[in-house]
């Protein structure tokens, strides 16, 4: 995996070795700024560093290992370590894929999640619920924070729509991979015959963006107002608190009523606004580059089919990596990390190759 890159490795070397000498200088440490400058990207490039020489240690040793093979009396013994030494290079060779693929610039942004029911009635609405629920638990393991920011909720438990965001360190980074169509095969409750059903829900990850990440000129958009009613709303309200916001040069609508405060239905609209704005422009992007996305894990094309739940078989399978795990009970209650480190190392092994 890192043939072709051991170059680039070398070179983050010397560079962190380079720094290490200046921050010892004493006309940089006088110059304030740009001694904590150089701290920062010190401190940057360390674990990469750090990575890669424990690389090269263990690369070294294997060859050693290797060698004692040709000695009968050593065989056994270099075996072991061989086997020892091939699973902490395969370790190794996982961090250093971050330090070679340049980051995404909101890795390190909070999420809003969409999920919407697809084809199958009740069932898809039930299942998009599921969901919900799952990510929730997910995000709860992680010490993440969630937030309704809007919702339409059918009358048995399911979701015809729910919106909210999720709070915390990584969490777009970790979650930007499950934009797409989500496939649940099983038998619904209400079906007298026992046939397997297939029923569709469709999830987008946007990163939550700030002001400054995205301009939205206030007279493109028209707010108007009016009163929370209905399954959607934690409340019916006699005031107009209820909020939907209309961005005129791209058509985007977007309703919040889930809050007593008209204020706080503002602010809540306006956050998904920019996610959405977001959402539309990357889209466009990805458009003129398909060519150079066919290679990459999670494009994010909602009408892409990622993900099948099998319930009767306890069977997730992830088809972009065409990876199937017998752990479907516990998936929806959150323990979703194989399949999330599994496309991590997918896609940056992916962008690897292009490189």
Known sequence: MLSGHQGKLEELEQKFIHNERRMSDPEVISDHEAYQDLVKKHSEMEPGVVAWRAYKKASSELTQAQELLKDPDMKEMAQEEIASLQSQLETIEKDLQGFLVPPDPYDNKNAIVEIRSGTGGEEAALFAAELYRMYVRYAEDRGWKTEILSGNATGIGGAKEVVFSISGRGVFSRLKYESGTHRVQRVPETEASGRVHTSAATVAILPELEEVDIQIDPKDIRVDVFRASGAGGQHVNKTSSAVRMTHEPSGIVVSCQDERSQFQNKDKAMRMLR???????????????????????????????????????NRVTDHRIGLSLYNLSDFMEGRCDEVFEALISADRLAKLQQA
């Open 275 to 313: 996610a959405r704005l977001y959402d539309m422009r990357e889209a466009e992007r990805h458009k003129r580059e398909s060519t150079m996305r066919k290679d990459q894990v999670g494009s994010g094309d909602r009408s892409e089919k990622i993900r099948t739940y099998n319930f009767p078989q």
